[in-house]
């Protein structure tokens, strides 16, 4: 098995199609084809369906696919540490974000990494909680922002701050930061809310449960964008972390306000692998999510945040 014929099978699963992996890696497609078929051969597995719409993995593909990329990240990673210049943090770092942190929390870190450790090549993934920690027992990330979980076996964290959930209305509403809103009032609004089973869904039903009011959900997602995007069309309200509405609050597309009666907040936490060895670039970016977050929070851009460490 060769590493080129790794890259020729991710290469192909991402874009679906022989033609257009080989234009990408500056082969001949008979060549893309070659290498594909000679690691079927040697797997004894098919691990792709040829059909009329393209290249679709196999169960078998789906599974190898994972390896693959994993395979390639820590070889690169590899030639990344053994080649580094003197004193100088390098190497590939995969790091998860929560959907709702994306706003706050990326362009910062984006910048400190890139001035403290240009070195230091970022991979950003995003997604719920949920997928974040299987990712990082599967390997596919290094380290990754969490909400409201512990220590496992696999993984430990480190606490980082707990946030507020706020009420979220369209403009007219006219909410705001200082002034909380009661659960009274959200509740007899038209919500668009996490689907069941969502983390924030699950904080969400809790709160309410001893509240005499019905919601009146009118749509149910998975996806943030498209609860903010609802409520700045005046459909109807959501509840919502106050990281992922800070900057639309303050641009004018949206108002915001912390729950009250009862507040509810969830609780942010920096996720590593339980590995024997933590690559040193790995251990600098996680110590920069660390203090991007505080400096986040006291700066006031983190908004009805709270530090859950010591200075």
Do not use: C
């Not at 196999?58 to 599974?63: D, F, I, L, S």
């Not at 820590?74 to 080649?83: D, G, I, N, V, Y």
């Not at 969502?198 to 498209?226: C, F």
């Amino acid at each position: 098995m060769e590493m080129k014929q790794l890259i020729a099978m991710v290469t192909v699963a991402e874009v679906e199609s022989v033609t257009r992996a080989a234009q990408l890696l500056h082969l001949v497609q008979p060549a893309v084809t070659r290498q594909i078929k000679t690691l079927e051969d040697e797997l004894g597995v098919v691990l792709f369906d040829r059909t009329r719409h393209g290249m679709v993995l196999t169960p078998a593909g789906e599974v190898f696919l994972s390896h693959a990329r994993r395979a390639l990240q820590e070889l690169e990673r590899a030639r990344s540490e053994l080649t580094p210049a003197p004193g100088q943090v390098m190497g590939l770092v995969s790091v998860g974000v929560l959907d709702s942190l994306l706003g706050v929390m990326v362009p910062t870190l984006i910048d400190s990494v890139a001035e403290k450790f240009p070195g230091v090549e970022l991979h950003l993934l995003s997604g719920v909680s949920r997928d974040l920690q299987q990712w990082l027992d599967d390997g596919i990330v290094d380290v990754a922002l969490l909400y409201n979980v512990a220590d496992t076996t696999s993984m430990r964290v480190k606490p980082l701050l707990t946030e507020l959930l706020w009420a979220v209305a369209p403009p007219e509403a006219g909410l705001l930061p200082t002034e909380p809103s009661t659960w009274q009032q959200v509740l007899r609004e038209p919500l668009i809310l996490p689907i069941v089973g969502h983390g924030l869904r699950t904080l969400i039903d809790k709160a309410r449960a001893d509240i005499p009011l019905e919601p009146k959900i009118i749509v149910e997602t998975n996806s943030m964008s498209v609860q903010k995007q609802m409520v700045s069309s005046g459909r109807g309200w959501a509840i919502l972390p106050a990281a992922g509405v800070a900057r639309d609050v303050q641009q004018g597309k949206l108002s915001g306000a912390p729950l009250s009666e009862p507040s509810v907040s969830r609780s942010v936490v920096i996720g590593l692998p339980r590995a024997a060895r933590v690559p040193r670039a790995v251990e600098a970016v996680a110590t920069e999510l660390l203090q991007v977050s505080r400096r986040l929070v006291l700066t006031g851009e983190w908004p009805s945040a709270t530090l859950l460490d010591s200075p």
